[in-house]
């Protein structure tokens, strides 16, 4: 048929249930012409996969990732793998002409990054980068108001992105699970895998970060790995804060730590300007919280005579995304999140009109990263090259 989109997903564990929820939920909420077909998924154990395929609907499985990244049957391939697969993945995949859907970060560093887009733009191929804060109503929300020019001129941005679960010394690193605490295969720590998020919604809403200094500290040095068995050195950071300078002037605080206990995925941002300002924190996800200093009348900005913090329910009809659910005062998920960016590139895909963020602007976000792994290193202030 020729509206079906043929879906050969690479991972199967968190990711890929997100994901393979989006492609299932897609056409009962959005009105969009393609339909996802569940065609393969690949991962290493052929027992373990079979029993995901079975659970999700996927119609074969494969034991290695190309069958599925180059398969005739399959029109977009979705890179839910570690970090360190997406590049061989992208390649292969966009070298055989699949659209393709990444998992954050796009890569292990810049250079791989500018390799795949280099690949995707070359092959012609859709693609997008599963940066799914962005499709939080809420954040979108915050979006929307930036852009009508409430906040005014910006003067700080501020993202804390704080979890707990590798406090014990018992935590291994590498194998299932604890992957993100082997250097080889995630490329850094909290960086990649926390701030990357933090850094794409900030750019998103308060443009280019033009310089970062930053600290990183890793507290456990070594660790058991779960593969070897052995105790190695640990690679990553388990910590990172930085200083950033945006390219408008504004100032930005960014933390984050896999230390902070109690905190399981406290991810905040604020943002501060002459007219308003905006807070978010994701473990209350149905709220935005905005500040008006100055209201429109005639036209004109006028200073509000009853300023004060607002708790924006977001979930009235006019809301991003909200008119697709339920009724007013009602809520969505954390998994709505990868069903709102689904129907976001589908759309894109339709219009003709590439949705964002694609692989070059995900390549912004890992220049960030690079530059404040960079500066943590040598201690100095680290222009990121970003757009
Ligand atoms: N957007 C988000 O909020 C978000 C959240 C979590 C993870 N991620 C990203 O998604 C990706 C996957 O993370 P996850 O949490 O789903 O990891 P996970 O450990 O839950 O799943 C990884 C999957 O990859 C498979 N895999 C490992 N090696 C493979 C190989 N050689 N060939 C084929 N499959 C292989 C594993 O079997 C597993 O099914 C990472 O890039 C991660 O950074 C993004």
């Known amino acids: 048929m020729a509206n079906e989109l043929r879906i050969g997903m690479i991972g199967y564990g968190f990711m890929g249930r997100a994901h393979s929820n989006a492609y299932k939920r897609l056409n009962d909420f959005f009105p969009v012409e393609h339909r996802p077909v569940l065609k393969a998924v690949a991962a290493r154990d052929r027992g373990k996969v079979q029993s995901f395929a079975d659970n999700w609907g996927y119609e074969r499985v494969e034991t290695d990732w190309r069958a599925v990244a180059t398969a005739d049957d399959v029109d977009l391939v979705d890179v839910c793998a ?9 390649l292969a995949a966009a070298e055989a002409g699949k659209m393709l859907c990444c998992e954050k970060p796009l890569a292990m560093n810049v250079r791989e990054a500018e390799a795949m887009v280099e690949a995707v733009e070359k092959a012609g191929v859709p693609n997008m980068v599963w940066y799914n804060y962005r499709r939080v109503p809420a954040i979108s929300l915050a979006k929307q108001i930036v852009d009508e020019e409430r906040i005014g001129q910006p003067f700080h941005y501020r993202a804390t992105y704080l979890q707990d679960w ?6 291994p690193q590498g194998g299932p699970g604890t992957w993100r605490l082997d250097i080889d295969v995630a490329g850094s720590g909290v960086t ?3 701030l990357a998020h933090s850094i794409d919604t900030a750019m998103w809403l308060n443009g280019p970060i033009e310089r970062v200094v930053a600290r990183t500290r890793t507290f456990v040095k070594e660790r058991v790995h779960a593969v070897t068995g ?10 990172c804060m930085f200083l950033a300078e945006f390219a408008n002037g504004s100032m930005g605080t960014f933390e984050s730590s896999r230390y902070a206990r109690g905190r399981k995925n406290y991810n905040t941002l604020e943002l501060n300007g002459a007219d308003g300002s905006v807070f978010f924190d994701l473990e209350d996800p149905e709220h935005l919280h905005f500040f008006e200093y100055t209201q429109k009348q005639s036209g004109k900005k006028v200073e509000d005579h009853l300023p004060g913090w607002r708790k924006i329910h977001v979930s009235n009809h006019e809301h991003p995304y909200m008119d697709m659910y339920w009724v007013p005062g009602t809520t969505i998920g954390y998994e709505h999140t990868f069903v709102n960016a689904l129907a976001d590139f589908v759309a894109g895909v339709e219009s003709g009109n590439p949705t964002q963020p694609d692989f070059r602007c995900a390549l912004q976000t890992q220049k960030v990263c690079d530059a404040a792994l960079e500066s943590a290193r040598s201690g100095r202030w680290v222009d990121t090259g970003a757009e």
């Open 166 to 171: 590798t406090i014990s010394t018992n935590v």
């Open 192 to 194: 990649g895998d926390l």
């Open 82 to 90: 570690p970090n360190h697969l997406h590049l061989d993945i992208v």
């Open 230 to 239: 052995k105790v190695q050195p640990v690679g990553i950071d388990d910590a």
